[in-house]
Structures are given as C-alpha cells and as structure tokens.
C-alpha cells in the first residue's frame, strides 16, 4: 500500500475502496499534518489534499468536491455519478474557502 509506508512518515486513519476508486485518509506523523489521497484505477487518476484536521473526514468522504473547489483536475468522464443532461450545469467552486457543510 503505498501511502501507508512507515518510512514516509504516513499512518493511514481510514481506507475506502470502491470499483475501482479508493479514498485514504492519512496522518502525516513528522508534519501532524492530515492529508487525503484519491486513486481510481479506471483512469489512472490520482490526487492528494492536504485538509485541516477538523474537515479531514468531510474531505475523506466527498474528496472531489473538495478537489473541484480547489481548482484541482481530475477526470470526470468516468465517474458514476455524473448527470447526463446537458441541461445540469456544473456546481461553481467556492473561491478560497471549503464547501458549505449540509446541515
């Protein structure tokens, strides 16, 4: 597993995986820092945020809403969830902050 490495410093606090997609939320144990990295094997797409510890399982549990807010790219093609209807526009990111939590 390759963010679980000791030797990085990384401690691995929540795994999910799911057709493809896995979603870790890791310790970094040097920096205390917390961090959550996406892997979607269909696409071979990858990417990690670096999150404040009180949004860390908000992030873990919607990583590409964060990543969009954050301007980071990723492929959407694939994903399951995406509307189909050229009439659903996309979500605007927030600038400089994290998404609304629902309440």
């Given at each position: 597993?390759?963010?679980s ?24 144990q ?5 961090m ?29 809403a964060?990543?969009?807010?954050r ?6 093609d ?14 605007r ?7 609304e939590?629902p309440?």
């Amino acid at each position: 597993m390759p963010y679980s490495s000791p030797a990085q410093g990384y401690r691995e606090l929540a795994h999910r995986a799911m057709d493809g997609l896995e979603v870790f939320l890791l310790w970094h144990q040097p920096s205390n820092g917390v961090m959550v990295a996406v892997s979607d094997a269909r696409t071979g797409g990858r990417f990690e945020l670096d999150v404040p510890p009180d949004e860390a399982l908000d992030v873990f549990l919607h990583p590409y809403a964060y990543a969009a807010a954050r301007g980071i790219p990723y492929d959407t093609d694939l994903l399951p969830c995406r509307p189909k209807s050229p009439a659903l526009t996309p979500v605007r990111a927030y600038q400089g902050r994290s998404p609304e939590r629902p309440r």
